[in-house]
């Protein structure tokens, strides 16, 4: 029986949500191993000038305890 951990991890990106969403995988992997999937909970954006500054996910990262 595998046991599973749910973290919550906010991320951004000047590009894209899917940008923000690699930004938060690639920081968490760099201290969490066993990495199984991704939950894109929240989106946002904020505004700078009228135009889109930065896109922002608050994700849920699934991984395996050893």
Known sequence: MSVLKVIEVL??????WEDAAR???KKASKSVKNIKSVYINEQSVTVNNGD???FRVNVKI???ID
Do not use: G, L, M, R
């Open 11 to 16: 991320a951004s990106s000047e590009k894209s």
């Open 23 to 25: 930004n938060a995988v």
């Open 52 to 54: 889109i500054a930065n």
């Open 62 to 64: 699934t991984f395996e």
